[in-house]
């Protein structure tokens, strides 16, 4: 595993299906549009690209395990029986001092944090908005929606470098706490903020 060795910061934004992650890094991604120093990276993901959610880029499963075992990627992971890749080129983008904002499993942060600098965005949000969020979607059965919801109550993120951001009201008052979190000195301890 190479580690990045430059002033970069790798801004990973975890939280459960439904928090609104991809809401929420396509509106900082819009935002920061202008900004060359902030890079938002386009995973691979084992899922056809028609298949919603995020803009990524759709591997077979036969190359996603190549793709991995030639070090294609800086962070992989399985999760719901999709592969995920984030692509080995944003150690470049860390080494040259750019600040990279990814979606990652909650799983992947210790091994991110041997990385690079990190920043967490932890996004949370009540059961109930949840709940709602996901049957909404339409791609659950509801005793999936329940083991979803279970499973975000019981998962925690912490450490100095997270922020938790409280995702329950409007996608802009989310986002200004996002693009504060991106843009705070990474020497600075992180605070929660809701």
């Not at 803009?55 to 499963?61: F, I, M, R, S, T």
């Not at 942060?109 to 709602?132: F, I, M, Y």
């Not at 979607?137 to 509801?142: L, Q």
């Not at 409007?170 to 504060?180: E, F, G, K, Q, T």
Request: charged letters at 25%.
């Amino acid at each position: 595993m190479t580690v990045a060795t430059g002033p970069g910061l790798l801004v990973l934004v975890v939280g459960p299906s439904g928090s609104g992650k991809d809401t929420l890094i396509d509106a900082a991604r819009r935002a920061l549009a202008d900004d060359p120093g902030v890079i938002f990276p386009r995973r691979d993901i084992t899922r056809p690209a028609e298949a919603g959610g995020e803009d990524h880029a759709p591997v077979a499963p036969d190359e996603f395990r190549a793709r991995r075992a030639a070090g294609a990627y800086a962070l992989s992971w399985e999760a719901h029986g999709l592969g995920y890749g984030v692509p080995a080129g944003v150690l470049d983008d860390l080494a040259q001092g750019r600040t990279v904002v990814v979606n990652v499993s909650r799983g992947m942060l210790d091994e991110a944090r041997r990385l690079a600098r990190v920043r967490v965005l932890s996004l949370t949000v009540p059961a109930d908005v949840l709940r709602r969020r996901l049957a909404a979607r339409g791609r659950e059965a509801a005793a999936d929606i329940e083991a979803r919801v279970a499973r975000a109550e019981a998962f925690s993120v912490t450490g100095r470098d997270v922020v938790t951001v409280v995702n329950d009201g409007s996608v802009d008052a989310a986002l200004a706490r996002i693009l504060d979190a991106i843009r705070t000195d990474p020497g600075r301890p992180a605070e929660s903020s809701n």
